[in-house]
């Protein structure tokens, strides 16, 4: 049954902490993508990895670090450095980036800052 | 820049009531665009999605969507609402600026279907 697993669903983290999103794929695409859903704003691109070992800032990057090792995972950590994380994390897929393709969507992480 | 515009960030319909949700875009070149639905706290499913094949596009669940180019426009529309629709909608663009595709997202529209 090919699809995007997150993990954790729910994540706490107290201030000054780094934490780290799990983010796998078996649909065997290439590009993978992570985004935060804050209420009203939509989502917006954190980070995106066309290839295994690469990868490039998106719209809001600070605060923020990930790593394509594997083509199948896209592990995404927020650092201390990120000033207000508490959000909806998304992590999506592609099977290569053309304009055309749509892009699959995992079931989220939940963080909150205590 | 590609961009998309919501209007109404809530929509409020009768079941069995016409559903519109507005979406406007802007995009220097033609467009892909796409409607994702979301449930509370999951993830974004694709509705359907433009890709220049034709204007009206079909997708699941009994939605569709118009392109018109001299609108700017790609409006999604069901003609009769169930409660199961009750969900947040998302417009987006696609942006290949970059040389790389990047989703450009509309702030979503919370549907609201009462009985």
């Known amino acids: 049954d090919g699809g995007i697993t997150q993990s954790p669903k729910y994540l706490f983290r107290k201030e000054g902490q780094n934490v780290t999103l799990s983010c796998e794929q078996n649909l065997n695409h290439d590009a993978m993508y992570w985004y935060r859903q804050d209420p009203g704003q939509g989502l917006r691109l954190i980070y995106y990895?066309?290839?295994?070992?690469?990868?490039q800032k998106g719209d809001i990057a600070e605060g923020y670090s990930v790593s394509r090792e594997k083509k199948e995972s896209f592990p995404l950590t927020v650092t201390s450095a990120q000033k207000n994380p508490t959000a909806f994390y998304l992590c999506?897929?592609?099977?290569?980036?053309?304009?055309?393709?749509?892009?699959?969507f995992g079931p989220g992480t939940r963080l909150t800052v205590l | 820049a590609q961009s998309v515009t919501q209007l109404g960030s809530h929509v409020s319909v009768s079941e069995g009531a016409l559903v519109l949700l507005r979406c406007n875009y802007s995009?220097?070149?033609?467009?892909?665009l796409f409607w994702y639905v979301q449930y509370p706290n999951q993830g974004l499913q694709l509705l359907l999605k433009?890709?220049?094949?034709?204007?009206l596009v079909k997708g699941i669940n009994g939605f569709e969507a118009e392109f018109k180019k001299s609108e700017t426009s790609f409006h999604l529309t069901k003609p009769s609402a169930h409660m199961s629709d009750a969900a947040e909608y998302f417009c987006?663009?696609?942006?290949?600026?970059?040389?790389?595709?990047?989703?450009?997202f509309g702030t979503g529209t919370r549907l609201l279907v009462s009985p």
């Open positions: 987006a663009v696609s942006d290949m600026n970059t040389g790389f595709q990047k989703l450009v």
């Open positions: 433009y890709t220049s094949a034709a204007t």
């Open positions: 990895s066309q290839i295994v070992n690469d990868f």
């Open positions: 995009s220097s070149v033609p467009p892909y």
């Open positions: 999506a897929s592609s099977p290569r980036t053309s304009g055309s393709n749509e892009q699959f």
